[in-house]
């Protein structure tokens, strides 16, 4: 099993619709997970951090940690063409020493 | 506040040389992670640095090292060039408990 999962995609959804972004981990990602939007050519950005079980909400951006079930997912509401670009989950190393696990990346289209 | 920088942007080597490759993290950070990212095995963690000490490390090859001098400026280097390093090299710095901001990246090609 990959440490962090994710499926690869493509996501598409229309503009106004919710996009749903989900990510598995293993035993061996420790308890902080990240979710990073990257467009073609450019370097990922951070969108979201969290840490703890439950919901984290961010504009239009949701953030759910399911830490019985290892799962991990991103909710854009409001999706806008502007949104189209790979998201990569990420948890931390056990080690938790600026290492980050990566899935391979969700790629989402938002259709006008 | 400026973001991370990374020098250079692009570069193109010849197999079988070296490249050193740059990075300042955001003013203040000491902690500077090292990734390569390429289409087949996506973003994978090569090192991190604290405070001038290696402090974790992925699994590549010795051809690539890293070090942080004492302003957090960190380096790292490939030698002998392969046809695979060709890849995006990323730099991160860590934001406290907010996560990890990463620069723009060093786009290197080895022909």
């Known amino acids: 099993q990959k440490e962090v999962e994710q499926n690869s995609g493509p996501l598409s959804v229309p503009e106004g619709a919710i996009a749903s972004l989900n990510c598995t981990y293993s035993?061996?990602?420790?308890?902080?997970f990240f979710w990073y939007r990257q467009y073609s050519g450019k370097s990922p950005e951070l969108i979201m951090s969290i840490y703890s079980n439950g919901d984290k909400e961010d504009g239009r951006f949701t953030a759910q940690l399911n830490k019985a079930s290892q799962y991990v997912s991103l909710l854009i509401r409001d999706s806008q063409p502007s949104d189209s670009a790979t998201y990569l989950c990420a948890g931390g190393g056990s080690s938790n020493t600026g290492k980050l696990i990566f899935g391979q990346g969700t790629t989402l289209q938002v259709k006008p | 506040k400026a973001g991370v920088t990374q020098t250079p942007r692009y570069l193109i080597k010849t197999r079988g040389q070296q490249v050193t490759l740059s990075c300042s993290p955001i003013s203040g950070h000491r902690s500077v992670s090292w990734y390569q990212q390429t289409p087949g095995q996506g973003l994978q963690f090569l090192f991190e640095y604290f405070s001038e000490t290696q402090r974790n490390k992925g699994n590549f090859p010795g051809r690539f090292s890293g070090r942080q001098f004492s302003n957090s400026r960190s380096e790292m280097n490939v030698s002998t060039l392969e046809l695979g390093d060709s890849a995006l090299y990323l730099c991160a710095s860590l934001q406290g408990a907010y996560g990890y901001t990463f620069g723009s990246g060093t786009r290197l090609t080895v022909v």
């Open positions: 035993d061996r990602v420790s308890q902080s």
